[in-house]
């Protein structure tokens, strides 16, 4: 995209201020008319008050709105504020699919009924918001079922049961569902990084259910003895302080790593986890420095040389950030550092993410990496 | 090759034997180098699952060590953005001195800094919302009405525990497990009470949190205990200053009265005096007349009682002038020139002037100044004050005495002392001597006339120059009246 077909606008100011500041900046950009407006804002932000004021200072023809926990803003993680895009490519069309049941049928023929006479791929690609409600497994077996494994996507969603409340902002009404977004006439180039690297024996989940989002056993025995290998008297206290996210599991398939993230662990000695879980699959315990992440961030970015005048979209991992700390705001300095000064970053902080694995040949999610997606 | 030999290979049964055995050699030699094979990757695979193994150990030791750098890094990092924020706050709040400036510092930044999206603060009294950030209306009702009838469940607490039943009613109104509630005491007793709740960033409330948000508690009640103080001791001081300026107003209406009476007084003195001087003077002039025998010669004895007459009246222009000079002096009537002037003349001059008196009753006088003393004065005033002091002097120092007239310099002022060998003042009568009318009683100065005007007047008159007068005596040794004039600048 050129810069005459979009603009980004930061505020981080209180409350209205932040939203009129956000208005008034997009409005001296593109003082006629705004198409489509996409609004990221932190917690800090009553959803309702931002829509009262866009639609009396921009009135912009479409609105999708996404309140998160931290967002990206050039090369800053904002953690108070609020962050504006405003689309006014000739063409660019969207069209919403609220999801608002979670059983996989449902998903499926709602998916494959809105988008039945939609191109899939090239320029247009579907934009996916997932809130805690909505199993992320449960959503991509429904989403290659109806529309295919190569779709062009951009999935990011929340699962945690401390996630903020979770908000989108659909034109003029407020959506405590998940969204799929169906965007055309905008051409996306997406890659995900992660820079963890495999440590330790690998090990075999013997034992896991997928629906559930479980691993059973590892090495057919409990699956939270791997971490007890590791951390032996430490165990009780990475236990205590929930910090299985700062080591994921990395399971090999098809050639490449998929990265788990663990969320909790059961009594029992089960580990419940975010990502794609499969029995007999073999995999590590991950680790990432900053150097490793540093190192595949640039290795990725190569992917978007002799790419110009694109507005790029970046989904960063909470678990990441927790795991990077302060490495996390020079990572997405680094980030801002490997492309030109033409182009703009945008992007929010989430659980989840879910692209096209171009090795893999389908959609994966992945819950410690970093998607960077370019929009032409 | 015999020819047994080339028999035997063409029997079957040798070749066949023959064969068997090269195979068997074959078959030998090829498992023996298997087993020599399997053998070394039996060998290769235990180096590298002890290689593995030592890898495995080292990752033990990488992912403890990281995690404990890890714990550490966290720990340090939220102690020092609740460090941070604590800091800002008593910054901002350390000289506030009024409960709504103060309550006002609880605001959005502070909340969202803290980590939370809402908090509500609300009078624990009254159940008025004091301040609030990121509240709903409804849940702020919900949770005011709960606490109005559980008010018991916060006494004696600092903050309430997670097991407490209270905590648990707020959390369900709230929707949230992650929320912390304290009550903001003044002394003892609840003035408010804070909840915070939501937290930003998806995590638990831990430990770290529950001693930010304590300290921040502890430090509201401190702050609202130093207001009570300050209001306590603002109320104190308002009281004391109504007193203070209902007791100025008393003095103030005092001293008018007393103004008054002193100017009708001094009105009545320089009436009495006007009308006394006009008679007197006739009287006096008709007296010396007499006495000079200008209208004819007098008998003897009249002409002694004429004298008499004549001094008597001289003693009453002298009271009436003097009266009359203080009256002027006092009600400002007086034309005052303090202008540069010479001291040192002066008080030659004026001390000349008692030479004559003093051998007459053989009182040694003395000048003891420097070659100059330049200063502001009104010179007819001061000439008259040291007439007066000298003379007093002269009068009551007895024969064989001594008189010192000093004049010294002293940082920027001029000080004049007349120094006695007399029989001195009472300690009791020093601070009455400068009253009008006021004479020392006892036997010497029975003796000696005197109308206790004398050392009023110079009383006033270094007044008026806005100088100081004072006296210091030794009973039966004697006496020193001093004064100070100011020096003329660049003297």
């Known amino acids: ?376 | 090759m015999n020819i047994f030999e080339l028999q035997s290979l063409r029997d079957p049964v040798f070749t066949t034997i023959l064969l068997f055995f090269v195979i068997v050699v074959i078959l030998l030699i090829y498992v023996t180098q298997k087993l020599h094979y399997i053998t070394r990757l039996r060998k290769n695979i235990e180096a590298q699952d002890q290689t593995i193994g030592e890898l495995d150990q080292q990752a033990k030791l990488i992912i403890k060590s990281d995690m404990e750098l890890k714990l550490y890094q966290q720990e340090i990092e939220d102690k020092l953005t609740k460090l941070t924020l604590i800091k800002e706050l008593i910054a901002n709040s350390m000289h506030t001195l009024s409960k709504k400036d103060l309550f006002a510092q609880l605001n959005e930044h502070l909340i969202h800094t803290l980590g939370y999206q809402k908090a509500l603060l609300f009078n624990f009294n009254e159940l008025s919302i004091i301040s609030e950030v990121g509240c709903n209306p409804k849940e702020n009702q919900e949770i005011i009405s709960l606490i109005k009838y559980k008010k018991e469940a916060l006494k004696g607490l600092n903050i309430l525990p997670r097991s407490s039943e209270l905590l648990g009613q707020i959390s369900a109104i709230l929707k949230t497990k992650q929320l912390l509630v304290a009550p903001i005491k003044v002394l003892e007793n609840i003035y408010a009470v804070l909840i915070v709740s939501n937290p930003i960033i998806p995590a638990e409330i831990k430990k770290p949190d529950e001693e930010a948000f304590s300290i921040i508690c502890m430090y509201l009640c401190q702050c609202l205990d130093k207001i009570r103080l300050f209001e306590s001791l603002y109320h104190t001081k308002d009281n004391l200053e109504k007193k203070i300026k209902e007791r100025t107003a008393e003095l103030v209406k005092s001293l008018r009265a007393i103004e008054v009476i002193s100017k009708a007084k001094s009105d009545f003195i320089s009436a009495v005096s006007h009308e006394l001087r006009t008679p007197l003077t006739s009287v006096k002039g008709f007296s010396s007349l007499l006495v000079e025998e200008k209208f004819g010669k007098l008998p003897e004895e009249a002409k002694k009682r004429l004298i008499t007459i004549d001094d008597n009246v001289n003693k009453l222009m002298t009271i009436v002038n003097t009266l009359l000079d203080i009256a002027r002096i006092e009600s400002g009537k007086m034309e005052v020139k303090i202008v540069p002037a010479e001291l040192t003349k002066l008080i030659k001059d004026v001390t000349d002037l008692f030479t004559p008196q003093a051998a007459e009753k053989n009182i040694t006088i003395s000048v003891n100044t420097p070659a100059s003393l330049n200063v502001l004065m009104d010179k007819s005033l001061i000439e008259r004050a040291l007439i007066n002091l000298i003379g007093n002097a002269a009068k009551f120092t007895p024969a064989g005495g001594k008189i010192t007239v000093n004049g010294r310099q002293v940082e920027n002022q001029a000080v004049v002392s007349v120094e006695d060998t007399g029989c001195g003042i009472r300690q009791e009568d020093l601070n009455k001597i400068f009253q009008e009318f006021y004479r020392v009683s006892n036997p010497e100065n029975a003796k000696i006339h005197g109308t206790g005007l004398g050392l009023s007047l110079v009383k006033r008159i270094i007044d008026t120059h806005k100088e100081k007068i004072w006296v210091d005596s030794n009973e039966g040794k004697g006496t020193i009246f001093s004064f100070t004039l100011r020096m003329l600048k660049n003297a």
């Open chain 1, 1 to 376: 995209m050129k810069k005459e077909e979009f603009t980004i606008a930061l505020s981080e100011r209180d409350r209205e201020k932040a939203i009129k500041e956000v208005s008034l900046k997009i409005k001296s950009a593109f003082p006629k008319e705004v198409s489509h407006l996409i609004i990221f804002f932190t917690p800090h932000y009553n959803p309702v008050n931002i829509i009262n004021s866009l639609n009396l200072t921009l009135k912009p023809k479409k609105i999708i709105g996404l309140g998160a926990p931290l967002l990206i803003h050039e090369n800053r993680i904002i953690d108070k504020g609020i962050v504006a895009c405003c689309i006014n490519k000739t063409g660019v069309r969207s069209k919403e699919i609220i999801m608002k049941s979670n059983e996989a049928d449902e998903i499926e023929s709602l998916l494959r009924l809105s988008l039945q006479r939609k191109p899939h791929g090239g320029d247009s690609f579907l934009l996916s918001l997932l809130f805690p409600h909505l199993n992320p497994q449960t959503y991509l077996k429904s989403l290659h079922v109806s529309l295919g494994r190569s779709l062009p996507l951009l999935g990011l969603g929340y699962s945690n049961q401390y996630a903020p409340r979770a908000y989108q902002i659909i034109n003029n009404s407020l959506n405590e569902t998940s969204a799929n977004f169906y965007i055309e006439n905008i051409s996306i180039t997406s890659t995900q990084i992660h820079g963890y690297i495999p440590i330790g024996k690998p090990f075999i989940i013997t034992k896991a259910s997928s629906e559930r989002g479980i691993i059973i056993e590892i090495n057919d025995q409990p699956a939270t003895n791997l971490y007890k290998h590791y951390l032996q008297e430490k165990f009780e206290a990475f236990k205590k302080h929930h910090l299985f996210s700062l080591y994921p599991l990395g399971i090999k398939l098809e050639g490449t790593r998929q990265l788990i993230h663990i969320t909790d662990c059961l009594e029992d000695g089960s580990l419940v986890c975010t990502g794609e879980i499969r029995e007999n699959s073999v995999g590590n315990i991950m680790l990432i420095d900053q150097s490793s992440a540093n190192e595949a961030l640039r290795q990725k970015m190569l992917l978007f040389e002799g790419i110009n005048d694109a507005l790029f979209f970046v989904v960063n991992s909470l678990s990441r950030k927790k795991i990077l700390k302060n490495s996390a705001h020079s990572e997405i300095n680094l980030l801002r550092e490997t492309l030109s000064g033409s182009q703009n970053i945008i992007g929010v902080f989430s659980d989840y993410t879910l692209a096209p694995d171009k090795e893999r040949g389908y959609i994966t999610m992945d819950t410690a990496s970093i998607l960077v997606s370019a929009w032409q």
